[in-house]
Nanobody, 122 residues
Framework: QVQLVESGGGLVQAGGSLRLSCAAS????????MGWFRQAPGKEREFVAG????????VYADPVKGRFTISRDNAKHTGYLQMNSLKPEDTAVYYC???????????????WGQGTQVTVSS
């Protein structure tokens, strides 16, 4: 069992930045691939970014490429999502998730956090 807790969400103006954190406890965090997802009202949950368990490879959804950076610190059992140049369309609840095996852009992850709200005003 892995417990995930996101933090760092909030209200920011367009063009601003936020850094989300995902603190993990339970089973060894470093053995899991990690993903960040988001869900806006009335929309399906969508993949944002993913990172391998070593941190050596990252994958990004096209809408966030060049603006968001995913990273992890396995010694601290924490993952991060640095979000720059935020746009109103980035407004959503952001979730972190982990899974054994490779990164996938689907929602086939084993454990999920409760989510943190990100609101970008225009």
């Amino acid at each position: 069992q892995v417990q995930l807790v996101e933090s760092g969400g909030g209200l920011v103006q367009a063009g601003g930045s936020l850094r989300l954190s995902c603190a993990a406890s339970g089973r060894t965090f470093s053995s899991y691939a990690m993903g960040w997802f988001r869900q806006a009202p009335g929309k399906e949950r969508e993949f944002v970014a993913g990172i391998t368990w070593t941190g050596a490879r990252q994958v990004y959804a096209d809408p966030v490429k060049g603006r968001f950076t995913i990273s992890r610190d396995n010694a601290k059992h924490t993952g991060y999502l640095q979000m720059n140049s935020l746009k109103p369309e980035d407004t959503a609840v952001y979730y972190c998730a982990v899974r054994q095996g490779i990164v996938t852009i689907t929602t086939a992850y084993d454990y999920w956090g409760q989510g943190t709200q990100v609101t970008v005003s225009s």
